[in-house]
């Protein structure tokens, strides 16, 4: 691109959401490289960043969240825009954050109104099948959902009344994690750490062996169907949903009927709520200000923003993998970026007024248009 590009970073606004888009260390690699960063004031301080240590970078502080949007080429974000921000949403104007639009058919549909080039940590995606983006926070959701599983468990909060380690003499807790990915195999790591029972299901049979021979047998596997599933969310004591297909809705394998056979006061906690829920009855999404309800006697953690809760951590985390993105779209804008990095390409959801991404596009009902044609057409356009 070789021209400066003006990065905003605004505060997020969603229910306890404390994660920054931008470390000030970020801030100043962006400056290094020849672009502006905006910075809403007190955008860092819930990661214990101070606007102080922004201006020491050479950033720009703002008073207005809406001067952020509206001076910048590239916004970055931690989570998925609300609806009090699609205002600021415009034409050549590049969003760069976690979408989760299979889940948002109302955001999908203002960023397509607005021809806003959105561009989803996500769904970007690695040739072996990893998701480089995703990765970090969901190496903390994995971990978090049997912290806060744990402490629902507690019969103060409604729970079952169980220590997930149980003591000598006393069993340890069931723990069932649905699915052996990133989330799951974290999920394994703190609940068998806690000295709990672990299940994991999957249905990769390979994954499964691989699982076996990473946690030495000290888990039980189980291949992912109807059956085994039913079978073991009846034992659960924890049930952590922990399933993702990239850009897609997660698929419901839980079902109300398996939900109403669990233990009175078991817990669920559906890491896959931002993509909409792997539990039947996981039907609203819920805050860290009121992070559970009950149903058929079973309780449902459904925070969609689970890392929000640690956010030094989660910045921390996030970011060291989405700077260097970050450069590479202000250096080269998005076209050259992407033959530098065709990892990116599945990453852009939203692009001049279409969707670029089958999943999205399947998930939210609309029509999946192919991204190069696009990118040829914006080439040409001298606007």
Not at 18 to 47: D, F
Not at 133 to 149: D, F, H, I, K
Not at 348 to 361: D, I, K, L, Q
């Amino acid at each position: 691109m070789g021209k400066q590009q003006v990065i905003g970073v605004p505060k997020e606004i969603k229910n306890n959401e404390n994660r920054v888009a931008l470390t000030p260390g970020g801030a100043g690699m962006l400056i290094q490289h020849g672009h502006q960063v905006l910075v809403e004031k007190g955008a860092g301080a819930g990661s214990g960043f101070a606007d102080q240590d922004y201006a020491q970078e050479g950033a720009i502080l703002l008073d207005k969240a809406e001067d952020v949007w509206a001076q910048s080429d590239m916004i970055m974000k931690v989570k998925e825009p609300l609806p009090e921000e699609y205002a600021y949403f415009r034409e050549h104007l590049t969003l760069f954050t976690y979408l989760h639009l299979a889940a948002e058919p109302r955001l999908t549909e203002a960023l397509l109104h607005s021809k806003v080039t959105g561009i989803a940590y996500e769904t970007i995606q690695m040739p072996n099948g990893s998701l480089p983006l995703l990765t970090p926070m969901s190496e903390v959701a994995g971990r978090m959902s049997v912290q806060v599983g744990a402490q629902f468990l507690e019969k103060f909060y409604g729970g079952r009344g169980i220590l997930l380690g149980g003591v000598p003499g006393v069993p340890p807790a069931d723990v069932i994690v649905l699915g052996g990915g990133i989330v799951g195999t974290n999920a394994a790591k703190m609940a068998l750490g806690l000295g709990a029972n672990v299940v994991i299901i999957d249905r990769s049979a390979d994954r499964l062996r691989y699982l076996d021979d990473v946690f030495h047998g000290r888990i039980r596997t189980l291949m992912s169907n109807p059956y085994n599933i039913a079978s073991a969310v009846q034992k659960a004591d924890l049930l952590i949903g922990a399933v993702l297909i990239p850009g897609a809705k997660a698929p419901k394998l839980v079902t109300e009927d398996m939900v109403k056979q669990m233990k009175p006061g078991a817990v669920i906690v559906d890491v896959a709520v931002d993509q909409g829920g792997t539990i039947a009855t996981v039907d609203r999404v819920t805050t860290h200000s009121d992070p559970v309800y009950e149903k058929h006697g079973v309780i449902h953690y459904a925070v969609a923003n689970m890392p929000g809760a640690v956010p030094r951590t989660s910045t921390l985390a996030l970011t060291n993998v989405t700077l260097s993105y970050a450069v590479e779209l202000a250096d080269k804008g998005l076209h050259a970026a992407l033959k530098v990095h065709p990892e990116l390409k599945p990453g852009v959801n939203t692009f001049m007024g279409h969707v670029t991404h089958s999943a999205v596009a399947d998930a939210v009902g609309r029509p999946y248009t192919e991204l190069e044609p696009l990118l040829q057409v914006a080439q040409s356009d001298p606007s």
